[in-house]
T-cell receptor
Framework: QKEVEQNSGPLSVPEGAIASLNCTYS??????FFWYRQYSGKSPELIMS????GDKEDGRFTAQLNKASQYVSLLIRDSQPSDSATYLC?????????????FGTGTQLKVEL | EAQVTQNPRYLITVTGKKLTVTCSQN?????MSWYRQDPGLGLRQIYY???????DKGDVPEGYKVSRKEKRNFPLILESPSPNQTSLYFC??????????????FGQGTRLTVV
């Protein structure tokens, strides 16, 4: 079982719709969770962090964390073509010191006109 | 502007020819790390450093070396590159002694091809 799992996609949504990206993790002791956006050929860019159960909103982005079910999700409201990218879920597992990121392989999002 | 700068951005080299990829950050971050990104495998940590003269292996350290003589610089050294080290490499830095508090801030990437 991978430590951090994401559906590779592509996930296609029409412009203006809500895009929902999901991620599950295996280490129940994980404490910190991050979402990165990566455009093709570019470096990952941190867009959201979440540390406690519930929702965290920042503009059009909402991160949701459910530690009991070991999943974290990212909602993008009013999706725009510029949101088309690969979204990486990253977790800080307790195993290994609780200090370094473990990444999923990413979900490719395509926002269609 | 806060940034992590890697050089070179693109590099094609031959098997066995030693190379160094430089990385420098201007945010006074203690923690720095190197990742490689491969299709289907995602980002994997090669080495990390919690401060000057403190380095340790990540998940895929074989074939790589690093040094941390100054806080801002963290070069990645491939003493005898092989084709399986063809990859996209990222340097990253973080405030504090790890990535848990604020994630990682990535450089622009170095695309390395070993023939």
């Amino acid at each position: 079982q991978k430590e951090v799992e994401q559906n590779s996609g592509p996930l296609s949504v029409p412009e203006g719709a809500i895009a929902s990206l999901n991620c599950t993790y295996s280490d129940r002791g994980s404490q910190s969770f991050f979402w990165y956006r990566q455009y093709s050929g570019k470096s990952p860019e941190l867009i959201m962090s979440i540390y406690s159960n519930g929702d965290k909103e920042d503009g059009r982005f909402t991160a949701q964390l459910n530690k009991a079910s070991q999943y974290v999700s990212l909602l993008i409201r009013d999706s725009q073509p510029s949101d088309s990218a690969t979204y990486l879920c990253a977790v800080i597992p307790l195993a290994g010191g609780g200090n370094k990121l473990t990444f999923g392989t990413g979900t490719q999002l395509k926002v269609e006109l | 502007e806060a940034q992590v700068t890697q050089n070179p951005r693109y590099l094609i080299t031959v098997t066995g020819k030693k190379l160094t990829v430089t990385c420098s950050q201007n945010m006074n971050h203690e923690y720095m790390s190197w990742y490689r990104q491969d299709p289907g495998l995602g980002l994997r940590q090669i080495y990390y450093s919690m401060n000057v003269e403190v380095t340790d292996k990540g998940d895929v350290p074989e074939g790589y070396k690093v040094s941390r003589k100054e806080k801002r610089n963290f070069p990645l050294i491939l003493e005898s590159p092989s084709p399986n080290q063809t990859s996209l490499y990222f340097c990253a830095s973080s405030a504090g002694t790890g990535e848990a508090r604020s994630g990682a801030f990535f450089g622009q990437g170095t695309r390395l091809t070993v023939v």
